[in-house]
Antibody, heavy 123, light 109 residues
Framework: EVQLLESGGGLVQPGGSLRLSCAAS????????MSWVRQAPGKGLEWVSA????????YYADSVKGRFTISRDNSKNTLYLQMNSLRAEDTAVYYC????????????????WGQGTLVTVSS | EIVMTQSPATLSVSPGERATLSCRAS??????LAWYQQKPGQAPRLLIY???TRATAIPARFSGSGSGTEFTLTISSLQSEDFAVYYC???????????FGQGTKLEIK
């Protein structure tokens, strides 16, 4: 059974940093691209960042480029999101999502999602 | 950036009836479109990919159609568990871009 378990969310002040983790199990982690998708309170879904299975390629939404860094440790089956210079508009539930196809860069749609971790940016 | 626009924002339908949800892309995304269902407090669930292919274990009452810029999700006979928010997502220029619609809330009439 595929499982994705996010952790690391919490309350942080504007300008602060936070590191999210996503522990994966039930599939060959290194074979799949992984993404972070966020959802602000009461709002829709926004793709944030993705990383290829081999960890050789990374992609970011313009809204987080230069502030967020995605990484993964395939030996630990874990995906990370380092978030720096946080802003109030980064407040959201952050989901870890598995790409649906075992290709290095994936296909861009997601067949499994974690339950999410809430990040609140406020003073 | 490709903008995805869903309509209507809220759809009220009675159980047992058919629901039709629409999604429009600001430019062609071919058939690179997915639909997700999200219930309160839960993660999204993949329903449809490739515009019309049902994901694993998705009931046959869910169907998707369309290509280019116009897409439709149809639920043929609404069950109580189908009342939720539905999102479309384009992945035509992946990587690096993937964009979601703003969602359609399907509520009980």
């Amino acid at each position: 059974e595929v499982q994705l378990l996010e952790s690391g969310g919490g309350l942080v002040q504007p300008g602060g940093s936070l590191r999210l983790s996503c522990a994966a199990s039930g599939f060959t982690f290194r074979s799949y691209a992984m993404s972070w998708v966020r959802q602000a309170p009461g709002k829709g879904l926004e793709w944030v960042s993705a990383m290829s299975g081999s960890a050789g390629s990374t992609y970011y939404a313009d809204s987080v480029k230069g502030r967020f860094t995605i990484s993964r440790d395939n030996s630990k089956n874990t995906l990370y999101l380092q978030m720096n210079s946080l802003r109030a508009e980064d407040t959201a539930v952050y989901y870890c999502a598995k790409d649906a196809v075992p290709a290095s860069l994936g296909v861009g749609y997601f067949d499994y999602w974690g339950q999410g971790t809430l990040v609140t940016v406020s003073s | 950036e490709i903008v995805m626009t869903q309509s209507p924002a809220t759809l009220s339908v009675s159980p047992g009836e058919r629901a039709t949800l629409s999604c429009r892309a600001s430019q062609s995304v071919s058939s690179n479109l997915a639909w997700y269902q999200q219930k309160p407090g839960q993660a999204p669930r993949l329903l449809i990919y490739g515009a019309s292919t049902r994901a694993t274990a998705i009931p046959a009452r869910f169907s998707g159609s369309g290509s280019g810029t116009e897409f439709t999700l149809t639920i043929s006979s609404l069950q109580s568990e189908d009342f939720a928010v539905y999102y479309c997502q384009q992945y035509n220029i992946w990587p690096p871009e993937s964009t979601f619609g703003q969602g359609t809330k399907l509520e009980i009439k």
